[in-house]
């Protein structure tokens, strides 16, 4: 018989919790129909300011689940509270880029559908239709996760089914992942906005937005020279000179491991890219190297022994890379190598396909954003040239958008490790 360990008896506390409000809404099937002949008619504006038998349910619905909120999550007494919503329409492709909510106390949405994926596409095995994920807010708590440890996850995602509402706070970053189907996946998305009493002189609530105010508020200047930066965050930029040839060497070997191991993305970790002894895999671990060493000479004033771990990436059309930061490592980088063109809207699109976007590492820092304002945006996106590399804090959460062109996007990603402890 196999001796069992007796653990010691201990408790789990579980201060500052994420809490998430998740209901199928009972009744949905009864309006759905009618919600969706709403989006039809392409109604702008807040949709909770229309009188409409739909709309007043989903305004009661949702009302019933902020009281449950405040009354069991919160032990809050006397809040009042007002909802905004927008009606929204999603065709195929169509996604919500990452961002959080401003000014807003909860946020949420509500499924009126969830339309099927298309069938006969190609896409990779972590790409998700319709999928609401939420980005864990606890600044380097993902750093050292451990496979199994539900409490390190960096994302949770929540698949759309018919009339599920998901509730959550503002300020957490989040992003809807592309609609995969032929049919439009219709949603609302809310704002619960908290009231902050009654103003005696103008005789109403004063809400809690005060992203409200930006478009009015002055434009930002830019800092005075005497103002100090402190905990920048750092990004390298550099372009490689006469890539052309060794590119498309390097595409014809990532397209040819490809077709050997259809997962090669997804399953990054089973080989070290770099291993290589091909002359353009060499030809580029050259460059990220002495990118490295430069970055390290220039910023760090500690001497210590790092590898690089290296793996490419082929994105189809359809495919994305969720939010996420690489664990257990220094930096990391990416290197362009075959970029489609931007489809569609081309380079002056919201958010052009396939680009890179970086969450602000700084918590609760875009709550309270004004218009104009540099550095309150909480996202920065970048759609770089073939040929760019780019190099930044492994701690820093970030996404891919998804590749909405015909021709593979193709990069080679990187991480900087340390070998030996650092000082404290």
């Known amino acids: 018989m196999d001796e069992v360990t007796e653990f010691p008896k201990f408790s789990i ?33 807040d949709v909770f300011a229309l009188d409409h038998p739909a709309v007043n349910w989903l305004r009661k619905t949702i009302d019933a689940r902020i009281k449950a909120y405040f009354d069991t999550a919160t032990k809050a007494t006397g809040c009042s509270w007002r909802v905004e919503g927008r009606l929204i329409t999603r065709g195929m492709n169509e996604f919500q880029a990452m961002n959080n909510r401003p000014g807003s106390y909860l946020t949420g949405v509500f499924c009126v559908n969830a339309p099927a994926r ?28 451990i496979s199994g440890d539900p409490y390190t996850v960096q994302i949770w995602k929540i698949p759309a089914e018919p009339g599920l509402m998901t509730m959550w706070p503002g300020y957490i970053n989040h992003w809807m992942t592309p609609n995969q189907s032929d049919e439009p996946f219709v949603l609302v998305r809310f704002d619960v906005l908290i009231g902050e009493g009654d103003d005696k002189e103008e005789g109403h609530t004063t809400w809690n937005r005060l992203a409200v105010l930006a478009p009015d508020a002055p434009a930002a200047k830019k800092p005075d020279e005497g103002l100090q930066k402190i905990w920048p965050t750092l990004f390298v930029k550099r372009h490689l000179d006469d890539c052309e040839d060794w590119n498309s060497q390097l595409a014809v070997l990532i397209n040819d491991m490809e077709k050997q191991n259809p997962d090669l ?3 990054s970790w089973l080989e070290n890219f770099f291993d290589r002894q091909e002359a353009p895999v060499a030809w580029l671990r050259d460059r990220v190297t002495e990118t490295v060493a430069g970055y390290l000479e220039e910023f760090v004033d500690f001497d210590f022994q790092w590898r690089i771990e290296c793996w490419p990436n082929i994105n189809h059309t359809g495919d994305y890379h969720a939010p996420h930061m690489h664990g257990w490592c220094y930096l990391s980088g990416t290197y362009y190598l075959e970029l489609p063109p931007a489809d569609p809207g081309g380079d002056d699109a919201d958010v052009p396909s396939g680009a890179i976007n970086f969450a602000d590492p700084r918590p609760g820092i875009n709550i309270v954003s004004v218009d104009g304002d540099p550095y309150s945006k909480p996202q920065f996106f970048m759609r770089p040239e073939v040929g760019t590399m780019l190099l930044w804090p492994s701690s820093l959460m970030h996404n891919v958008y998804p590749n909405l062109a015909k021709e593979n996007r193709i990069t080679i990603s990187f991480n900087v490790v340390v070998n030996g402890p650092l000082p404290c």
Do not use: F
């Not at 500052?16 to 009744?27: D, K, L």
């Not at 596409?121 to 708590?141: A, E, F, H, I, Q």
């Open 13 to 45: 506390l579980s201060p500052w919790p994420t809490v998430i409000n998740r209901h199928v809404a009972s009744g949905h099937e009864n309006y759905a129909a009618e919600i969706t002949g709403l989006a039809e008619q392409a109604v702008d504006g």
């Open 265 to 267: 993305t997804t399953n």
């Open 118 to 145: 298309k069938a006969g596409l190609k896409l990779r095995n972590d790409s998700d239709t319709n999928t609401l994920t939420l980005v864990d807010p606890r600044l380097g708590m993902n750093m050292i996760g």
